[in-house]
């Protein structure tokens, strides 16, 4: 493939915790030039048959794909599968008993802001009522809303960061059971935004190996509002450990100006674009 062909290999619709239906989020990517694009939302395949319609009407390249919540070490880590079929049924057995770990997290949350006196169950009540499967990017609109904090930063600050009243452990299935799930159904599984997760080099370092033993095979090195810095570093990890390399804007809704579709830096050179062996 022409490698200066626009590439956005990781974005949210509505079916997560995108604004943009997954219509409206192929649309838009069109118009903004991007070819190919995988569709990655968090837990679920459910928008992936609208896209590919959408994406067969403009000209859109789309590739299915998902965001799945793995657990490694105490830490939620985040792997995209890309390539995968949406019809495969360990998969979808998978994705509907994460979105039941998803619809208890959120009641659980929203018990516990319920203790610290938030009105709880209208803050679930508004997040049910929300389309897509519940993310705390859900709850954090739901406390804007009701005028608790003026921004979902302050969501995440206040209540339902890590070490916050309204902090619950998820109960995410190991990292390497979830590289299974992708594997199985035809997947590349590629470790998202690896330069994100508040971990020690040496500890990095070992996901990167556990990453890879588990048949992950490639990683983000691109991601939108990634430093120069990290791009270096992912670089670095992908040549080390051997995996070919992938970039995605993590296109949530337009209002985030900052993180727009389609506009990413090029891969580095001296690495294997995830790809090439798709042949593109
Ligand atoms: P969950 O997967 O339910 O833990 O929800 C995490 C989602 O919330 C992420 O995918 C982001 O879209 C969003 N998010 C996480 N941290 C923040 C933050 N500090 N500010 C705004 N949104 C955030
Ligand atoms: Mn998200
Ligand atoms: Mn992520
Ligand atoms: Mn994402």
């Known amino acids: 493939m022409n490698e200066n062909r626009a590439i956005d290999l990781h ?96 009641r659980k949350i929203c018990a516990r802001l319920g203790e610290v006196g938030l009105p709880g169950n209208r803050l679930l009540a508004a997040v049910e009522a929300q389309p897509g499967l519940p993310t ?14 003026t921004r979902t930063d302050d969501a995440f600050r206040k209540f339902l960061g890590r070490g916050k009243a309204a902090h619950i452990a998820a109960d995410w299935p190991p990292l390497d059971v979830v590289v299974g799930w992708i594997r199985s159904a035809g997947g ?35 991601t939108g509002g990634n430093a120069p810095q990290h791009v270096e570093a992912c670089a670095q990890w992908a040549i080390k450990f051997g995996f070919t390399a992938s970039l995605g804007s993590d296109f949530h809704q337009p209002e985030h100006s900052w993180n727009p579709l389609g506009r990413l830096a090029k891969l580095p050179p001296g690495l294997t674009p995830v790809w090439r062996s798709h042949g593109l």
């Open 11 to 106: 974005t949210h619709s509505s079916c997560s915790d995108g604004s943009l239906t997954p219509a409206e989020l192929v649309a838009r990517a069109a118009s903004a030039g991007v070819e190919v694009l995988a569709l990655t939302d968090h837990d679920t395949i459910a928008g992936v048959e609208a896209a590919r319609e959408t994406a067969l009407a403009v000209g859109v390249h789309l590739i299915p794909g998902v965001e799945i919540s793995a657990s490694w070490r105490a830490q939620s880590i985040h792997v995209l599968g890309l390539w995968i079929d949406p019809a495969a049924a360990e998969l979808g057995t998978a994705l509907r008993e994460q979105a039941d770990r998803r619809g208890l997290r959120m």
């Open 136 to 149: 705390r990017a859900h709850l954090a609109a739901a406390l804007v809303a009701e005028g608790i904090v």
């Open 188 to 222: 590349v599984a590629c470790l998202a935004h690896p330069a994100r997760y508040p971990l020690s080099g040496g500890a990095r370092r070992q996901l990167l190996a556990d990453f890879a033993a588990a048949d992950g095979g490639a990683i983000e090195v691109i």
